[in-house]
Nanobody
Framework: AQLAESGGGSVEAGGSLTLSCAFSTSQYTYNMAWFRQAPGKEREGIAA???????TAADSVKGRFTISKDNEKNILFLQMNSLKPEDTAIYYC??????????????????????WGQGTQVTVSS
C-alpha cells in the first residue's frame, strides 16, 4: 500500500487544519489511523478508524480532532480544530490490511499498522 499525507502547515493557536491521506492498496484496507511525533518524543496514535467506520481518539485530542474516511476516493482525513502549540508535530497516516481482534484495544498502537506515509508537518504558534 502507498500512503501520501497532505494538508500540513503553520497555524495560530485556536485555528484549524484538515489533513488528508491518499491511499492505494491492492488489498482491502481494514484499519487506518493518524499518528504524530513531536521533537524528542515517541510517535503516538491520536485517532483511528476501523473498516466498519468505528472511530476512536486519544484523550489529548478527543473533542477537537475528527477522523473520517472517503472509501470511494480512498482518502483518510483528520479535521483538527482548536489547535494548541502542543499539537505541533509531524503527522503520519497508517494503514493495515489485516483484521484485528479487539480492535479498540490496539487501534492507537503502532504495531498493528504495516503501511505508513512520509508525514506532514503541523506547526501551531501561540
Amino acid at each position: 500500500a502507498q500512503l501520501a499525507e497532505s494538508g500540513g502547515g503553520s497555524v495560530e493557536a485556536g485555528g484549524s487544519l484538515t489533513l488528508s491521506c491518499a491511499f492505494s492498496t491492492s488489498q482491502y484496507t481494514y484499519n487506518m489511523a493518524w499518528f504524530r511525533q513531536a521533537p524528542g518524543k515517541e510517535r503516538e496514535g491520536i485517532a483511528a478508524i476501523s473498516r466498519r467506520g468505528i472511530t476512536t481518539a486519544a484523550d489529548s485530542v478527543k473533542g477537537r480532532f475528527t477522523i473520517s474516511k472517503d472509501n470511494e476516493k480512498n482518502i483518510l482525513f483528520l479535521q483538527m480544530n482548536s489547535l494548541k502549540p502542543e499539537d505541533t508535530a509531524i503527522y503520519y497516516c497508517a494503514a493495515d490490511t489485516r483484521p484485528v481482534e479487539d480492535w479498540f484495544l490496539h487501534a492507537l498502537k503502532r504495531y498493528i499498522y504495516k503501511y505508513w506515509g512520509q508525514g506532514t508537518q503541523v506547526t501551531v504558534s501561540s
